[in-house]
């Protein structure tokens, strides 16, 4: 995944964040902590809707946060650090009035442990906000590649919580809790594009054994059993937008 191309192919991760944004009232919050701050949009959202206050944006991978560096560098209340969010840094200790995300928190090993963590690291009034892609994301693209090549091909949505998991997960931390699912649907005009959106934002099928693509006529095989199924090159994406709360109702 190039982060200096990553903004070119994240076609469903700004309407993600816009999504979050929606979500956030106009309490002020004097500190806010970003995980997985990819490329800074999302930051940059936060940095324009809540102008005093300091935010902390992390991000594991050090290209990302040079990429987020450039995109934030006129805002000084930002400050922008390379830091593994499901482990964070005993130096991140907060406490922190918001604790928020976008498209990251699917890819963490141990989801219910580091939910936990944020809790403790945020203010008596403080709230946990964040969006993450569910199981059923791309079910097309994953049922095609399941009917036409078998168990050689699995996507890694497959790992991803399911909202069952995740009203557990914060049920064990908050008092106050809600997850809400979506669903965002893009048609692509070949599954050649489809594929390459996906390899560019980390999503992309993965296998130990052969390409899934060898020639350009297995290609054509696969688009025609993808819109035999689904009529289109069409892809969706299942979204779950989740909030906690220490003392107040999420909004």
Known sequence: MAASTYDTYADVQPETAACLMARLNNRKYHKILEIGCGTGSYTLMLARKFVNSHILAVDISPL???QARIKLGRYSRVRLER???EHLPALISGPFDLITSSSALQWFENLERTIQQYCRILSPSGSL???LFGPETLFELNRTLRHECGDSFCLPVDSFPNGTALHGFLSGAFNKWNVRELHLCRTYPDLLSLLRRLKHTGVAPRTAKVPLVRTGARL??????YKKHFGAIRATYQIFICEGSRSTNPQ
């Open 64 to 66: 990302m946060v040079a």
């Open 83 to 85: 830091a593994d969010g």
């Open 220 to 225: 054509l095989e696969l688009e025609r059993s």
């Open 129 to 131: 906000l964040f969006a």
